[in-house]
Every structure is written in structure tokens, then in C-alpha cells.
């Protein structure tokens, strides 16, 4: 498909560089097949029915940017991916004054040694591992924030809670799954009454999730791979609760990927471990998710396409421009839409008029 169908326009005070509190008095948009209605997260108890499972990604963020030293030479490091224990993937700058076995000294005791190099990349070795490595990434780091949220000395004290769920659990993520920021333990606890139960997903979401997409066609574009996990327990309980009629509701574009790897062409949930690079666009046979909430994400970029291809591309579009008109925050930090799944037949007819 073209890529230029999913560009839109968006004026920069719509993007949100600060969330609101509490978190779960972010706005809604609720987006049905022939209607919208503006409410807020809070509201999610009473869209959803007795017996729907939410479901969850527990990655945590890394304080992935570090500032550091090769000799003299000041190196900046963002990590992009975790490799084993103590190893990862990374960009730096100057990343062509760096070459394997070089170390780079971040803060007395804490330290990584350069294994590879290719252009811009590292493969990094820290000295340290385990929980020693994340007290000093927590002491050193800082919040890998999106481009689009402005700060001029990075992160700040109040980002490093800002961006990260209250449940995030398994270090791994460079970026937050935004649309679990909206998450509240009072949020939680008035759902849990309602009946709608929570199952956690492991997506480490990497850096290229926000990206947009820099090929005229989609058929040209290289999805990146994110690792993610899904327990035997929690398909179990999933697979359970769409046998007693309950829905599926992914909270976050990472939760419906990392289910739709995961179930087979009649919805069922197996365990899964892996890399995935699941590209979801237009036409796309949705198998397991039935409705997904998501905050509004950037013009030509995968996710829009994800969305797209959920409700409609038509649906969207409109949905859109009633958000921006009606002055929705956009982005990490912004508002949330509730999306209902569109029906497949209407999504291919849309996709084979364009």
C-alpha cells in the first residue's frame, strides 16, 4: 500500500510533552463503526462487560541514555536492545571514534567494553550484570524519551516515573508501551469489580516502534523485531475467558502484537518466546483481539497503520480529525482512543479501493 495514505497533518501544540495527573483523567476517544464519543480512561469499567480480560505489557523502561568517556573523547550512549545479561546493543556518538575493545567509563565502578561496531551501532559489554547493572543504570541513566518531547538536558526527575506503568516488571523496553501509562491502581482495582480481569504480556518495545515509515510503498518496509513473551498460564486464562464469551481488549499496539504472534487461525492462545516482527497494515485478518486502546500515534508511522487496519481506514482518518479539531494531546504523553475491531470484509473493500 502507499505510505502517503496514512500521512495526515498535525498542528505541534497537539502533541502532549507533559501527562496529565492523575493518569486515568486523560481523555478517551471511543471509536465505533458509525460513531465517536469523547469520554475519559477512567470511564474504561463501564465500555467494557463483566467477563472481558485487559491485557497488559509488563516491560520496564531502561534508563537507557548514558553520557560517558572513551580516553577523552565524550561518548553518548542510548542502549536499543538486551542481548544477554550485562550485553547490549546500542547507538553512540561519535560511534566512529569507537572501535572493538575500547571501554567506555560512564561513573567510577561502572563501565562496557565494545565488542562489535557497524556505522552508528555498538555491541556493548558492561562489567556489571544482574541487578548491580540496573542500580547503576537507575543511578546513571536516563529516560530514552521520544524526539518529539523536548527536554534540553534530557529526562528529568519527574520523566523517569512519568514514563514507565505502574506494573512494569521485566527490564528490556527503550520506549514506554504508552497506552499502559494511562493505568491507575484506583483504575485497576474499580475494573477488577466490575468483573474484567488483567493479563500481563511481555513486548520489550525497541526504538524503531516509533518511527515513521520512510518507504513510498509498504510493501518496502523492513518491520524491526522486538522480543516478547507470553506464559502458559496466561494463554490458559485467555483462551478460557474467550470460551465463556469474554472479549479481548490489548492495551497498547505491543499487547496486540505480541497476541496476534501468538494465537493460530482460530484465535487460540499458545505459550510464546521470541522475536517478533509482526507488520500489520490494511487487510490484515485480525485472529484473537476484539477491541484495542491506544493512544494517537504519528502520521506514516507503523503503528497508524496498526490502527488503520484495525477500525478502518476511513474510521481512522475521521477519528483523527475529530481529535485534533476537539484538542486531544497527542503521543506518548497524550490522550488515549478505545478502538472497537472493524469488520474484515469493510477493511478489504477499503484497501482494494485505494
Given at each position: 500500500m502507499?505510505?502517503d495514505l496514512?500521512?495526515?497533518?498535525?498542528p505541534?501544540?497537539?502533541?502532549?510533552v507533559r501527562?496529565?495527573?492523575?493518569?486515568d483523567?486523560?481523555?478517551l476517544?471511543?471509536?465505533?463503526a458509525?460513531e465517536?464519543?469523547?469520554?475519559?480512561?477512567?470511564?474504561?469499567?463501564?465500555?467494557?462487560?463483566?467477563?472481558d480480560?485487559?491485557?497488559l505489557?509488563?516491560?520496564?523502561v531502561?534508563?537507557?541514555r548514558?553520557?560517558?568517556?572513551r580516553?577523552?573523547?565524550?561518548?553518548?550512549?542510548?542502549?536499543l536492545r538486551?542481548?544477554?545479561?550485562?550485553?547490549?546493543?546500542?547507538?553512540?556518538?561519535p560511534a566512529?571514534r569507537?572501535k572493538p575493545?575500547?571501554?567506555?567509563?560512564?561513573?567510577?565502578g561502572?563501565?562496557?567494553?565494545?565488542?562489535a561496531r557497524e556505522?552508528?551501532?555498538?555491541?556493548?559489554?558492561?562489567?556489571?550484570?544482574g541487578?548491580?547493572?540496573?542500580?547503576?543504570?537507575e543511578?546513571?541513566g536516563?529516560a530514552?524519551l521520544?524526539?518529539?518531547?523536548?527536554?534540553?538536558?534530557?529526562a528529568?526527575?519527574r520523566d523517569q516515573?512519568d514514563?514507565q506503568t505502574?506494573?512494569?516488571?521485566?527490564?528490556?523496553a527503550?520506549?514506554?508501551p504508552?497506552?499502559?501509562l494511562?493505568?491507575?491502581?484506583?483504575?485497576n482495582?474499580?475494573?477488577a469489580?466490575r468483573?474484567?480481569s488483567?493479563?500481563?504480556?511481555?513486548?520489550?518495545?525497541?526504538?524503531?516502534?516509533?518511527?515513521?515509515?520512510?518507504?513510498?510503498d509498504?510493501?518496502?518496509?523492513?518491520m524491526h523485531n522486538?522480543?516478547g513473551?507470553?506464559?502458559?498460564?496466561a494463554a490458559t486464562?485467555?483462551?478460557?475467558a474467550r470460551r465463556r464469551?469474554?472479549?479481548?481488549i490489548?492495551?497498547g499496539?505491543?499487547?496486540?502484537?505480541?497476541?496476534?504472534?501468538?494465537?493460530?487461525?482460530t484465535g487460540a492462545?499458545?505459550p510464546?518466546s521470541?522475536?517478533?516482527?509482526?507488520?500489520i497494515?490494511?487487510?490484515?485478518?485480525f485472529?484473537?483481539v476484539?477491541?484495542?486502546?491506544?493512544?494517537?500515534?504519528l502520521p506514516?508511522?507503523t503503528?497508524?497503520?496498526?490502527v488503520?487496519?484495525?477500525?478502518?481506514?476511513?474510521?481512522m482518518?475521521a477519528?483523527y480529525?475529530?481529535?485534533?479539531?476537539?484538542?486531544?494531546?497527542f503521543?506518548?504523553?497524550?490522550?488515549a482512543?478505545?478502538?472497537?475491531?472493524a469488520?474484515?470484509?469493510k477493511?478489504?473493500a477499503?484497501v482494494?479501493?485505494?
Open positions: 502507499r505510505v496514512f500521512d495526515f497533518s498535525l505541534p501544540e497537539r502533541i502532549a501527562p496529565v495527573t492523575p493518569r483523567s486523560a481523555r476517544l471511543q471509536i465505533g458509525s465517536l464519543r469523547d469520554r475519559h480512561v477512567r470511564d474504561l469499567p463501564e465500555l467494557l462487560l463483566p467477563g480480560v485487559l491485557v505489557n509488563d516491560t520496564r531502561v534508563p537507557a548514558l553520557k560517558g568517556k580516553g577523552e573523547v565524550r561518548v553518548e550512549v542510548t542502549l538486551l542481548l544477554s545479561d550485562g550485553v547490549w546493543n546500542a547507538f553512540a556518538r566512529k569507537l575493545g575500547d571501554e567506555i567509563i560512564f561513573a567510577a561502572f563501565s562496557a567494553q565494545v565488542e556505522g552508528g551501532k555498538v555491541r556493548l559489554r558492561f562489567a556489571l550484570q541487578d548491580d547493572l540496573r542500580a547503576a543504570l543511578r546513571h536516563n530514552p521520544p524526539p518529539y518531547i523536548p527536554r534540553d538536558d534530557g528529568d526527575a516515573q514514563y505502574i506494573y512494569a516488571t521485566h527490564d528490556g527503550v520506549a514506554a504508552t497506552a499502559g494511562h493505568m491507575t491502581a484506583e483504575l482495582a474499580a475494573l469489580a468483573g474484567i488483567s493479563e500481563f504480556v511481555t513486548l520489550h518495545v525497541g526504538a524503531g516502534t516509533f518511527l515513521p515509515v520512510r518507504t513510498d509498504t510493501d518496502d518496509h523492513v522486538e522480543w513473551a507470553l506464559s502458559a498460564n486464562r485467555i483462551n478460557a464469551g469474554g472479549r479481548i490489548a492495551v499496539s505491543t499487547s496486540l502484537r505480541i497476541l496476534e504472534r501468538a494465537a493460530d487461525e492462545l499458545s510464546f521470541g522475536d517478533i516482527d509482526l507488520f497494515v490494511p487487510g490484515y485478518r485472529k484473537i476484539d477491541l484495542i486502546m491506544t493512544n494517537f500515534h506514516r508511522s503503528l497508524f497503520m496498526l488503520s487496519a484495525f477500525a478502518g481506514m476511513k474510521c482518518q477519528a480529525a475529530h481529535a485534533i479539531q476537539n484538542e486531544y494531546r503521543y506518548s504523553y497524550g490522550d482512543s478505545l478502538l472497537s475491531r469488520d474484515t470484509a477493511v478489504a477499503e482494494a479501493g485505494t
